[in-house]
């Protein structure tokens, strides 16, 4: 019973790193890219000259750092919880998503873009109240 | 059309990606220590599979896809698309990793995937 509260407690745990690292490191590429442009017509040279303001942008780095803590928390979990569990349940952070977006960045969100952000909660939700696990336990490392 | 094809590329590579670390991950066997040293050491254990670095260089072309994706939408609408990849993982899953997906999951990715098809529409 105790042991079940933890596995629980660790899965949430690391889910909420998840949902909160992930959407910060989108705004933060979301930032940099709007600052870095978009390409016109994908000539080599043009590309060439993207990749070199993707590197030298602060906030691409600041938004990897973010994904990579994110991408950490999303390993570990994924050693005791089914990938088809954990991949949903994260997708929590579509919304923070969405608040970050508008609190940080500004952008101008529609209704209906903020009911179809709902609705993926919605499915979240559903998919939220299935076991974590559904195969057999592997020895632990 | 070019977000659609960005979609599609990126959507396929992250799924694909993600399998693969998951797939490595299994191998590697669940986590009990959380120290650093130890955690370090288990971060070493799995760069040496193989499945690993196949993980990382799909989802390292689903990462371009996104940043390509970035330069010219919102990142309240990228973000969001980018659920489509449920239905794929889900999908994924069931198949290769041999998860049994029971009939409330699938009830739930289908509906995230209506959410998903919404937020394409508010598509400016």
Not at chain 1, 82 to 91: A, F, L, R
Not at chain 1, 119 to 136: H, K, M
Not at chain 2, 96 to 122: D, K, M, N
């Amino acid at each position: 019973m105790k042991e079940a509260a933890g596995f629980h407690f660790k899965t949430y745990l690391l889910i909420a790193f998840i949902a909160f690292f992930a959407p910060l490191g989108n705004v933060l590429l979301g930032k940099g890219m709007h600052n870095v442009g978009s390409a016109k017509n994908w000539a080599p040279r043009e590309v060439l000259h993207i990749l070199g303001s993707i590197v030298a942008s602060g906030y691409i780095w600041l938004g990897i750092a973010s994904l990579l803590t994110f991408f950490v928390a999303y390993m570990l979990v994924l050693t005791w919880a089914d990938y088809s569990y954990v991949q949903p349940s994260s997708s929590f952070a579509y919304a923070v998503t969405g608040v970050l977006s508008y609190f940080l960045l500004g952008e101008t969100i529609s209704p209906l873009r903020w009911l179809g952000i709902a609705v993926i909660c919605l499915g979240v939700f559903v998919v939220g109240r299935t076991p974590p696990r559904t195969t057999e336990r592997l020895p632990a490392a | 059309m070019r977000e659609f094809l960005f979609l599609t590329l990126l959507v396929i590579s992250g799924t694909g990606g993600e399998l693969c670390v998951t797939h490595a991950m299994k191998k590697i066997g669940e986590v009990h220590d959380f120290r650093p040293l130890a955690l370090v050491k288990f971060m070493l254990r799995a760069l040496r599979v193989g499945w690993m670095w196949l993980g990382i260089a799909m989802m390292a072309l689903a990462f371009f896809s996104l940043l390509a994706m970035l330069s010219f939408e919102n990142v309240s609408f990228v973000v969001p698309v980018t659920a489509l990849s449920y239905a794929a993982g889900a999908l994924g899953a069931a198949i290769f990793l041999r998860e049994r997906i029971s009939a409330q999951r699938w009830f739930g990715v289908a509906i995230v995937c209506v959410g998903v098809t919404i937020v394409w529409l508010s598509r400016r």
